[in-house]
């Protein structure tokens, strides 16, 4: 590794070393040194767009901008004369000239603040607490910072409407002071380009070219230009009136395997808000529109189940939580093992899966482990879980030369796969996209297909027969494009996982990675299969089957259990009942919230949420990440792993008993050796299904939730996001 090149400059008569290449801003940050600026910001490219940042630097006319001055060994720079105070006191003079400057200069600010907040949930944005970003604006502080205490220009009301027809955020532009951040973001960050300056003069403002909505600039409403607005002129729609958090808790984002990092915003012990983690080294703060807008109306959604409910033949009815453990101990008890099965979501911690398949195993003695992943995938399930396992990790796609994405939009999820193809493709890689759709990779693409599913088995045939000399036209078209070698990466996505003609396109895709060496990945909605895996959840697979280098001898769960079976009750944990599974002529049901329509639980128990219940996940690069918890358990729910011990303990004497999450973790430990390791990352495995073989095609009827978009299958979250609804209705048109 080679030692970073440094450079020895004086800043306001202090000697520092700096890196080479790096700008004076940057530098002086680097050593505690204060210059107030409003356009730069450490993840965006340099811009000197407000002026804020002058200094004086012997040997340069004028006064330039520390943003975009790089520094040179020996500099000589002053931060803080007279000179440049006056000079940014007047910039900052006419950048107010355009901007609503009331809460700045006050002298009842201090008891505005403590008296009047009231009148801060007013929809409009014009003047002192009014505005949704009072108190946590830069602004504010940097007009403290430059000493101003008054502005001598009248001030122009540009009079802009508030835009807040697209979802998830508003838009006063009369706000804005056109620091260009969001349009650096947008295009320079996430490579998206929805956003730029239009009009000019005292006109100038921001948004989508030719009067498009958001919606129609194909936006990914991923927040990041809301998270780099300096002043409240971008307000997320659900949080804008929240105020400054109390503190923020970091965790994992529960929507996808990938497990991008999140900063919870908690406000009076409820999660208000999310942002990114630009440190983060998972996804670089890259994080989707989920990640970003839904988890507040998710964990503080008014259908969360409160209390423990048991169906009498009056109705529903509430009782205490002792009670509704011994109604469950005695239904499961009474069943017995032949009779019962239980389900479990991938979308459960680890420690949740690990107590779960403990007490079917153990309690109740039945390997009916059940889960959605089963009945979803049908007998695609080994070949399906072979690549998933066996999948690369998204910084491979850095050095990739071909790019082959098939049934994958990466707009509103495993967006920090999308912007790594992306990148990819701006740097030369060679890009194919095959979709039934429209989709926002197919700008960068070199050739984009489009066609129906069924067809793409073909087309994946075409490609490896054409880069031997055979193939389709369509496809001749795009294999030449592609080198041999084992620099080509295959990407699989939700529309290919869920399509008719998986099983075909999962051939071809092995086919493709063991005989022509190509890279796989995999992206699908089961956030915690890898988890799932190593914790033993399925029938016939024990706890430990990812602990070392080798073969994961995964069972098929239809010769281990009869997956058609109706049996007397159903334990459902954290998971949905759907048409495809078993029935049951008890039903429990224990999540947060309620039932899809048309299934009526006997006893439901309220579980609490990533949000309160802290845990581990794995991604799907087999990395073990942490959720912390951020708020106080809603109303009476309690966490999955203290629920299931409890009816444990009931069942069975002495079984199960586990008093925290420690007790949990430190018994993984001891089944799966190296599982918390230092690496902290599952070894990737080979898959070999053992029992008989499955039948063809999918034994267990259609794909659940169907009728649902593919990106949000599996997703328990979707039902609650209004604007996401709209947004995939308007794509689909």
């Known amino acids: 590794m080679t030692k970073e090149k440094k450079v020895s400059i004086t800043i306001d008569n202090r000697k520092v070393e700096a890196k080479a290449k790096t700008t004076i801003l940057q530098a002086a940050r680097d050593n505690n040194i204060d210059i107030p600026s409003l356009c730069a910001l450490e993840h965006l490219p340099s811009y000197g767009a407000c002026r804020l940042c002058v200094v004086e630097v012997d040997g340069i006319r004028g006064f330039p901008t520390s943003c975009t001055t790089p520094v040179e060994d020996g500099m000589v720079i002053r931060t803080d004369t007279a000179e440049v105070r006056t000079l940014r006191q007047e910039v900052l003079k006419l950048l107010l000239s355009e901007h609503p400057a009331s809460c700045l200069f006050c002298e009842e600010q201090t008891d505005c603040k403590n008296f009047q907040g009231t009148i801060r949930k007013v929809g409009v944005t014009t003047g002192c607490r009014y505005c949704p970003n009072d108190d946590m604006c830069e602004l504010q502080e940097v007009t403290k910072k430059v000493g101003l205490t008054e502005t001598s220009y009248p001030v122009y009301y540009r009079n802009f409407p508030v835009e807040k027809e697209d979802p998830f955020y508003d838009r006063d532009y009369n706000l804005c002071l056109l620091c260009g951040r969001c349009v ?105 529109v989920k990640g970003r807008f839904a988890i507040p109306e998710y964990v503080l959604s008014p259908d969360r189940l409160a209390r423990p409910t048991i169906l009498k033949p009056e109705g529903y009815d509430f009782l205490p939580w002792e009670e509704a453990l011994d109604e469950a101990a005695a239904k499961l008890k009474a069943a017995g093992p032949k009779n019962t099965f239980v389900v479990v979501s991938p979308q459960l911690s680890n420690e949740d899966l690990f107590v779960a398949q403990r007490f079917a195993r153990e309690v109740i003695g039945t390997e009916a482990i059940l889960s959605s992943v089963i009945f979803d ?43 790594a193809v992306k990148k990819a493709a701006k740097k030369g890689a060679i890009l194919v996209t095959v979709s039934e759709h429209e989709c926002n990779l197919d700008m960068l693409s070199e050739e984009a ?50 399509s ?234």
């Open 449 to 498: 297909f489009q066609s129906d599913a069924a067809k793409w088995p073909e087309f994946m045939d075409g490609i490896m027969k054409s880069m031997s000399g055979n193939g389709t036209r369509k496809s001749k078209a795009a294999a030449p494009l592609f080198k041999k070698g084992d620099r080509n990466v295959v990407i699989i996505g939700p529309d290919a996982v869920f």
């Open 184 to 288: 650096r973001v947008c295009n320079d960050v996430r490579l998206n380009g929805t956003l730029s300056f239009k009009q000019r003069g005292k006109m100038t403002t921001i948004g989508p070219a030719f009067g498009r909505s958001h919606l129609e600039a194909g936006c990914e409403f991923c927040g990041a230009c809301v998270a780099v607005c300096p002043t409240g002129a971008l307000s997320a729609k659900a949080s804008k009136w929240s105020g400054k958090p109390d503190e923020v808790v970091e965790s994992t984002c529960p929507y996808c395997p990938i497990g991008c990092t999140l900063d919870l915003k908690v406000k009076a012990g409820e999660v208000v808000d999310v942002s990114a983690d630009y440190d983060s080294p998972t996804e670089h703060g890259l994080i989707c």
């Open 500 to 733: 008719g003609k998986r099983k075909e396109i999962f051939e071809r895709v092995l086919a493709m990675r063991d005989n022509l060496g190509w890279k796989v990945i995999v992206c699908h909605p089961y956030t915690n299969l890898m988890g799932m895996l190593a914790m033993g959840a399925l029938p016939g697979l024990k706890p430990g089957g990812l602990k070392s280098d080798g073969v994961l001898k995964l069972k098929d769960p239809a010769g281990v259990v009869d997956l058609k079976q109706n049996r007397k009750v159903g334990y459902f944990i954290g998971e949905a009942p759907s048409p495809e599974m078993p029935k049951c002529e008890y039903l429990i049901y224990e999540n947060a919230l309620p039932a899809p329509s048309g299934f009526d639980p006997n006893l439901i128990l309220p579980a609490g949420l990533f949000t309160e219940s802290p845990g581990t996940t794995i991604s799907s690069e087999g990395k073990i990440l942490t959720f912390n918890r951020a708020s106080a358990p809603f109303a009476e729910s309690k966490p999955d792993w203290w629920i299931i011990s409890g009816i444990a303990a009931r069942m069975k004497k002495g079984a199960l008993k586990y008093s925290s999450l420690a007790a949990i973790q430190s018994e993984i430990k001891k089944s799966i050796p190296g599982f918390s390791g230092k690496e902290r990352r599952v070894p990737r495995k080979k898959v070999v299904m053992e029992g008989k073989a499955a039948a063809a095609g999918n034994p267990f009827g259609p794909c659940r939730d169907a009728a649902a978009p593919a990106a949000f299958r599996g997703v328990p979250l979707h039902d609650h996001v209004a604007g996401m609804k709209a947004i995939e209705e308007r794509r689909h048109k």
């Open 377 to 419: 995938l049908g007998s695609d399930l080994r070949s399906f879980v072979d690549l998933v396992v066996m999948s690369e990790q998204i910084d491979t796609i850095e050095e990739t030369k071909g790019i082959l994405t098939i049934g994958l939009d990466t707009t509103y999820g495993f967006t920090p796969l999308g912007i």
